[in-house]
């Protein structure tokens, strides 16, 4: 273990040159009193690892001098090949690029390991796509994904919810959630803002550059969208006492219970009811969601819930009680024959 922290210390060093004590410890999970033990042992060793005081400085490595230590693990390379599942490289239109990949890497490796990490792609896929969904296909993914690489602005043609509309942007990323790509861009206003890439009917390049906003950190963008995005949809609370298995059952039922119930409560209890005060977007957990589970769990609140669940208990035991009305298929007409002349 420490070995490999290590290794991946002086890589990072070698990557991205100078970096304070407090970001190495960051990336590498550890504390600040361990990058500086870890440090003086990468001097101890020989590797000339210079240290550079006040606000600006932090660690780097002897300009001129890298390592040769660049050889991949068989567990890395595995890693690599799993990276390299083909349907989102497909979709940016890196398919070829990324099997000429595939093919290099494969002949750099020592024989006995190109078994193990060729056998990644044919034991492990991936399908991001949830159940009964098919996505839209995103037409102009590859002219996207070049104006992101190549920092170039970019024009389209946009159909949201509300109106077709023409928008020229600074794309700063591209995100792939739930089988959706998504493009984060900048407009008029400093705040990115977010396109669904289905969404866009047309689009071209600009030959215009744009420089990207300082420390854009993309990946905690997208994060703190998607959390002010379920808040705010998130705008009534139901109070709901759950049995053990109703709580299994919630888990499995629909994705919305599910997520809510995880929310509220992250461990199962087994051998107690729970009440769990469960955020939902208006009108979304309706009765027919909670009837799934049965008696396994009671409505506490709200009233507008509790009459509702209410009312349908009554129809359901009225259709089935003993005697009750059952539907019959109505008996075809007989079709009357004209008399005889």
Not at 222 to 249: H, I, N
Request: charged share 25%; aromatic share 8%; net charge positive.
């Amino acid at each position: 273990m420490r070995a490999s922290r290590l290794l991946s210390l002086l890589m990072t060093l070698q990557a991205r040159g100078r970096i304070s004590a407090s970001a190495l410890a960051g990336e590498l999970g550890v504390s600040v009193r361990t990058i500086y033990r870890d440090v003086d042992e990468l001097s101890q060793t020989g590797v000339p690892v210079v240290a550079e005081r006040g606000a600006s400085g932090g660690f780097q490595l002897l300009d001129g001098w890298r390592t040769r230590l660049t050889g991949l693990t068989l567990p890395e390379a595995r890693a690599l090949f799993l990276v390299g599942l083909p349907g989102p490289a497909r979709e940016l239109g890196l398919g070829e690029a990324m099997a000429s990949a595939q093919l290099k890497l494969l002949a750099a490796l020592p024989a006995d390991w190109q078994v193990g990490a060729n056998r990644v792609g044919a034991r492990f896929h991936l399908d991001p796509v949830s159940w009964y969904r098919v996505p839209r296909r995103p037409d102009h993914l590859p002219i996207v994904a070049q104006a992101v690489w190549t920092e170039r602005r970019l024009a389209f043609t946009y159909q949201s919810w509300k109106k077709l509309g023409r928008r020229v942007v600074d794309p700063l990323g591209l995100v792939l959630k739930g089988g959706d790509w998504y493009l984060v861009a900048r407009a008029s206003r400093p705040e990115p803002l977010t396109f669904k890439v289905a969404n866009i009917l047309e689009a071209n390049t600009s030959a215009e550059g744009f420089t990207r906003p300082p420390g854009f950190d993309l990946a905690a963008f997208w994060a703190a969208s998607v959390r002010r995005f379920e808040d705010g949809l998130k705008q009534q609370t139901a109070l709901l006492r759950f049995s053990p298995k109703g709580l299994s059952l919630a888990l499995e039922t629909s994705t919305s219970l599910s997520q809510a119930v995880q929310a509220a409560c992250p461990t199962v209890r087994k051998r107690a009811w729970v009440t769990l005060a469960i955020r939902f977007e208006k009108d979304a957990l309706t009765a027919p969601d909670l009837l799934r589970l049965g008696a396994e769990v009671e409505v506490l609140g709200p009233a507008a819930l509790r009459d509702e669940l209410r009312r349908t208990s009554l129809a359901l035991h009225e259709l089935y009680r003993p005697g009750g009305r059952v539907r019959k298929r109505p008996a075809p007409r007989r079709r009357r024959t004209p008399p005889r002349a």
